[in-house]
Every structure is written in C-alpha cells, then in structure tokens.
C-alpha cells in the first residue's frame, strides 16, 4: 500500500490550499478514505469521505475544508479555505476501518504552515 500525500507549503491566514493523496494497493472505490492532521506529535483526523461519497468532518474545520474522491484516478483530495494558524501540521490519508481507525501504515504526508 502506497499513500502519497502532496500539495502543503506556506498560506497566510485566510487562505487556500488543495491537498492530494496518490493512493495504490487497495481497492480505492470500496474503502472510506480519511486526512488526518499531525500536531505536537498527535494525529487526529480532520475529514473523512465514505465508499458512498458521504463526507464527515471535525468540528475544527466543518465549513471550511471539502473533502473529494476520484474513484477512476484513485485520488483523494482536501480543498482547505479560511485556513487558521491551528491548521498548521503535516497532512497524511489513509484508509479507514469500520471501527475509525486508520487502515494502513502511514505514508508520505505534506506539511501546511499558516503563517498570520
């Protein structure tokens, strides 16, 4: 399993950035797929987006991030908007069990810096 991350630099406060995770050696159209954010050497997932298209949020970025798939390119994307200085960490996908958990072990992720 592949996950490859990628689309994280620098953003002032209030601005935007598009995420992609590059995703091999699952069968991408059937799993729920999640970004998960990684501060202070904690992980927590920010969005996740069902086989059925269903997206779910946290409450710190509802409204702000949008997640997406691409079924036949097996791609994952994060658009994030009215980034925050919290939004600040490095950006990892996975895949996600019935239970919540992360699927796989972690790939590459992408760092965001916001800066004020």
């Known amino acids: 399993v592949q996950l490859v991350a990628s689309g994280g630099g620098l953003v002032q406060a209030g601005g935007s950035l598009r995420l992609s995770c590059a995703v091999s050696g699952i069968t991408f159209s059937t799993n729920t797929l999640g970004w998960y954010r990684q501060r202070d050497r904690q992980r927590e997932m920010v969005a996740g987006v069902t086989d059925g298209n269903v997206p779910v949020y946290d409450n710190s970025v509802e409204g702000r991030f949008t997640i997406s798939r691409d079924n036949d390119k097996n791609m994952l994307f994060l658009q994030m908007d009215g980034l925050l200085l919290e939004d600040t960490g490095v950006y990892y996908c996975?895949?996600?069990?019935?239970?919540?958990?992360?699927?796989?072990?972690w790939g590459q992720g992408t760092q965001v810096n916001v800066s004020s």
């Open positions: 996975n895949a996600i069990s019935g239970y919540g958990n992360p699927l796989y072990d």
